[in-house]
C-alpha cells in the first residue's frame, strides 16, 4: 500500500512539474538554443556558392533574404493574434523544415540549377521560421513572468544567437564536417525540438515567486556556461584539427549543459510540492471587533462594455496611457513607435551591416582565413554577451534607479558609433575589438528593442507590435549593405583595376585590397549610429516621466489581489 502511495505521488510529482512554469522556461531554453539557424549562413554559404556556381552578387541577394525572413515576424505576430500558441509553434516546424530541405535538395541533388528566385525563397522560408519561435516563445514567457521581461528577453535572445554555434557542433559530431549535410541537420533538428514541446509552451496565470531573480540567474550561469564552452572549442577547432571523437564529446557537454535547465526547473517544483503539503493555519474567526470596515458605498463591479482602446485597432487618435494595451494601428501610428523604428533602422541595420561584411573587410584588409574565423566567432559570442547584459543590467538599473531602457539604447548606439570607426581607421589590432562592439552592440539593441516595446504598448498585442518594431532591421541592412557598402566598395574596386590598367570586363569577381575599401562606408555608418542615438535620446525625453513611475504595479497587484480572493473565499 505504501509502495502504491508513493508511485501515486510521484506520478502526481510529475504532472506538476510537466504542468508547472519552471518546465515551460525549459522548454522555452531549447526551443531558443535552435532557433538560430539564420546564423549558420556562413557555414553553408560557401557550399550553395559552390554547388550552384553563384556568384557573390547573387549570394549576397541571398543573405539578404536570410536577414529579411529571420526577423519578418509579422505573419507570426498576426498569427499568434487568432490562434493558439502551439499551432505558432507547428507551423515554425513546418516552414524551418520545408525551407532548409527544399535548399538542400537543390545543393545535393539538384538535377536542374533552381532559379534565384526560387533559392530566394527557400532561404526566406526557413528564417521565416525563426519569427514563429521567437513569437511562439517569447510572448508567453513575457505573460507568464511580467516583472521580470528584461532578463526574460536578454536570456532567450541569448540563447537564440548562441544556438549557431550549438547546432554547429552537435552536426559535425552527427554528420562530419559535410557542409550538406548541415542544410538537412538545420531543417530537422529545431523542427523536432519544437514538436516535442508543443503543449508546454503556453500562457498560464501569473503566480509571484519569492525567489523568481535567483532563478533567472542560475538559468543565467548555464548559458554563460554554454557560452564560454562554445567559444573555447571554437578557437581549438580553428587551431587543431578534431577527430570524430571529440567533436562528440563537445556536442556531448553542451547537450548536458543544456538539460540543467532541467534539474533547476525540477527543484523549483519541488520546493513549491513541499510548500503545499504544510500544514495550513486554521483561519481566524472573524468577529465584529476585528472585522476589516469596509466602504459602505463601493460595491464591485464588472463593466462587460469592451473598452475601445484596447481593441485591436483602437481609435487612432486616442492613444491609452503608456504601459497600458495599445491597439495595433494605435501603437504603429505613435510617435513613440517612429521614434523606436528610426533608432532600429539606424543601429541594427548598421550593425548587421558590419557582420555580414566581416569576412570581405578582414580580406582587404590582408587578414588569413583563420583569423577572419576569429573575427565571426568573437561577433557571435559578443552578440550574447550584449543580449544577457542589456536584458539583465538594464532590469536591474530600471527596479532600483529608474533608469529608462531607451537611455541605453542611446548609449548602445554611441558605442556602435565608435565600433564603425574603427573600421574605417583601421590599426593593428583594432578588428579584434570591432568585432567585440558590433556584436555586443548588436545583440544589446536587439534585447532592448523588445523589452522597450513591451513597456511602452502592452502585452496584448505585442506578439504582432514586437514584430512591425523590427521591420526596420533588414531595410536598414538592404540600405547600408547594399546600396552604401556593396556601391562604394565595387567603385573602389574598379578604380584599383583601373589603375592597374585592367576593365570590369577582365575579371570574373571584383576584389578591393586596402583600408580605403570600406572607409567612407563605414564613416558613413558611423554617422548613422550616431544619428539613432540622438533620436532615441528624444524618445528619453518623451517618456522619462513614465519610467519615473513604477511600471511593473498592475503585475504585482493582479496577484496579491488573487491570493486576498482565495483568502477571502477561504474564510467564508
Known amino acids: 500500500m505504501v509502495k502504491a502511495s508513493d508511485s501515486i505521488e510521484s506520478l502526481h510529482f510529475l504532472a506538476q512539474v510537466v504542468k508547472g512554469r519552471w518546465f515551460m522556461m525549459f522548454g522555452s531554453f531549447l ?36 536577414d529579411l525572413g529571420a526577423v519578418m515576424g509579422v505573419f507570426s505576430g498576426l498569427m499568434a493574434e487568432i490562434t493558439p500558441t502551439w499551432f505558432v509553434l507547428l507551423v515554425g516546424a513546418a516552414m524551418n523544415f520545408l525551407g532548409y530541405f527544399l535548399t538542400w535538395r537543390s545543393v545535393t541533388y539538384g538535377m536542374v540549377k533552381p532559379q534565384i528566385w526560387q533559392m ?122 578534431f577527430t570524430h571523437a571529440e567533436y562528440v564529446a563537445s556536442a556531448a557537454t553542451i547537450s548536458c549543459l543544456l538539460l540543467i535547465p532541467l534539474l533547476i526547473a525540477i527543484r523549483e517544483e519541488y520546493y513549491l510540492w513541499i510548500q503545499k503539503k504544510q500544514p495550513v493555519e486554521p483561519p481566524t474567526a472573524i468577529t465584529e471587533s476585528n472585522a476589516p470596515a469596509l466602504p459602505p458605498s463601493s460595491p464591485i463591479q464588472i463593466n462587460e462594455t469592451p473598452n475601445p482602446k484596447s481593441s485591436c485597432c483602437g481609435s487612432i487618435c486616442m492613444n491609452p496611457k503608456r504601459g497600458e494595451d495599445y491597439g495595433i494601428l494605435q501603437a504603429l501610428f505613435s510617435i513613440d513607435m517612429l521614434l523606436i523604428m528610426i533608432a532600429t533602422f539606424c ?27 576569429t573575427f565571426v566567432s568573437l561577433i557571435s559570442i559578443w552578440n550574447f554577451a550584449g543580449r544577457v547584459f542589456a536584458g539583465f543590467v538594464s532590469e536591474v538599473l530600471l527596479e532600483k534607479l529608474s533608469f529608462p531602457r531607451p537611455l541605453m539604447i542611446a548609449a548602445v548606439l554611441l558605442l556602435s558609433s565608435i565600433g564603425h570607426l574603427l573600421i574605417a581607421f583601421p590599426r593593428p589590432g583594432t578588428l579584434y575589438v570591432a568585432s567585440v ?49 556593396g556601391r562604394l566598395y565595387d567603385k573602389e574596386a574598379v578604380n584599383q583595376l583601373a589603375e592597374k590598367g585592367m576593365t570590369r570586363d577582365s575579371v570574373k569577381e571584383l576584389t578591393c585590397i586596402g583600408r580605403q575599401c570600406y572607409q567612407l562606408p563605414f564613416i558613413i555608418l558611423a554617422a548613422v549610429a550616431l544619428f539613432g542615438a540622438t533620436t532615441t535620446l528624444i524618445l528619453v525625453m518623451r517618456i522619462r516621466k513614465f519610467y519615473k513611475e513604477d511600471i511593473y504595479k498592475k503585475f504585482r497587484e493582479e496577484p496579491n489581489a488573487a491570493e486576498m480572493e482565495m483568502t477571502s473565499a477561504t474564510r467564508v
Open 347 to 373: 543601429g541594427l541595420g548598421t550593425n548587421l551591416t558590419a557582420i555580414d561584411n566581416m569576412g570581405q573587410i578582414g580580406e582587404s584588409l590582408g587578414y588569413s582565413t583563420l583569423t577572419i574565423g
Open 437 to 485: 562592439i558590433v556584436g555586443f552592440c548588436y545583440g544589446a539593441q536587439l534585447t532592448l528593442l523588445y523589452a522597450v516595446i513591451s513597456e511602452l504598448f502592452g502585452l496584448k498585442h505585442y506578439d504582432t507590435l514586437f514584430s512591425f518594431g523590427q521591420l526596420a532591421s533588414p531595410l536598414g541592412s538592404y540600405v547600408f549593405n547594399v546600396m552604401v557598402s
Open 120 to 241: 530566394c525563397l527557400y532561404v526566406w522560408v526557413g528564417a521565416s521560421s525563426q519569427a514563429f519561435a521567437n513569437t511562439g516563445v517569447l510572448v508567453p514567457c513575457l505573460n507568464n513572468f511580467p516583472e521580470r521581461r528584461g532578463i526574460m528577453l536578454g536570456l532567450l535572445k541569448g540563447l537564440a544567437g548562441l544556438s549557431g554555434s550549438f547546432m554547429t557542433q552537435v552536426y559535425l559530431a552527427i554528420y562530419g564536417n559535410d557542409s550538406k549535410s548541415l542544410l538537412l541537420f538545420i531543417g530537422w533538428f529545431p523542427a523536432a525540438i519544437s514538436i516535442f514541446f508543443l503543449a508546454i509552451i503556453r500562457p498560464m496565470k501569473v503566480v509571484r515567486g519569492y525567489n523568481e531573480i535567483k532563478v533567472f540567474y542560475h538559468f543565467l550561469y548555464v548559458a554563460l556556461a554554454i557560452a564560454l564552452f562554445s567559444m573555447v572549442v571554437t578557437i581549438l577547432q580553428k587551431q587543431f584539427k
Open 31 to 66: 526551443i531558443m538554443s535552435g532557433a538560430g539557424a539564420s546564423y549558420c549562413f556562413g557555414i553553408y554559404s560557401s557550399e550553395i556558392k559552390k554547388s550552384l556556381k553563384y556568384d557573390q552578387k547573387t549570394l549576397n541577394l541571398l543573405g539578404f533574404s536570410k
